[in-house]
């Protein structure tokens, strides 16, 4: 029951906060179409933010029509990011380089954070995907068979819940003595699939322009679409 009540408190943070964004960008795009005399305004996003654009127009298809004129999308993964979801799962995650590198969130904590938070599954690659070349997530890893060898190994990045599966096996917690463990959680994974499904049917109104550019392999300076 505790846990169940865990979950939906989380759920309750999470659309209260999703609203108040919501509410929020509408009221930005009112002000912006009244200010430039009743034309309609262009939308730059960048990463998470066309995320946040791509959620307001799946709950706000007639206001995105009536306000938006270019809708221009740089860096948005909206195919899932499981480069960076795997990198945090397997060393942690790190946000400030060089001299002042010591705000760092430590594998384990990176762990706890996978196993109840939404959104990471939500970045896991798109399995639905028309994929011109499937992405690869490279990992670094000691192979028992050769000494504990150091190797790097190739996953399929659409087939990365199997390195979830492996990574979080022994994901424990230690409390009053006893140890829990702390499984790989698909009750979430299954609903934030849910959620991104609900997102993938949002349709852009015929009336506005879509750009998206992103970066088309590791050398994302070379290689933008």
Not at 109 to 117: K, R, S, T
Not at 121 to 148: A, I, S, T
Not at 197 to 223: C, K, M, Q
Request: glycine share 6%; net charge negative; aromatic share 14%.
């Amino acid at each position: 029951m505790r846990k169940e009540q865990h979950y939906l408190d989380m759920v309750m943070i999470f659309v209260k906060a999703t609203d108040k964004a919501m509410a929020g960008l509408r009221a930005k795009l009112e002000t912006a179409y009244k200010a430039s005399g009743g034309k309609k305004v262009n939308i730059i996003s960048h990463s998470m933010g066309g995320l946040l654009v791509r959620c307001f127009m799946s709950m706000n298809h007639d206001i995105f029509s009536k306000y938006v004129n270019k809708w221009i999308c740089i860096a948005c993964p909206f195919q899932g990011a499981p480069g960076c979801i795997n990198d945090s799962l397997l060393t942690g995650l790190q946000f400030v380089y060089g001299f002042e590198s010591f705000f760092f969130v430590s594998r384990w904590a990176m762990h706890q954070l996978l196993v109840e938070c939404p959104s990471i599954y939500e970045m896991l690659p798109n399995p639905n995907f028309e994929w011109k070349e499937k992405p690869f997530v490279q990992v670094w890893r000691k192979n028992p068979e050769k000494d504990g060898t150091v190797e790097l190994v190739l996953y399929e990045a659409t087939d990365c819940v199997s390195l979830f599966e492996e990574a979080l096996q022994n994901n424990e917690l230690n409390y009053n003595g006893k140890t829990i463990a702390l499984p790989f959680n698909m009750s979430i994974y299954k609903w934030a699939t849910e959620t991104r499904r609900i997102l993938e049917n949002a349709e852009l109104p015929d009336t506005v322009s879509f750009y998206s550019i992103h970066g088309t392999s590791y050398e994302t300076p070379y290689d933008v679409w």
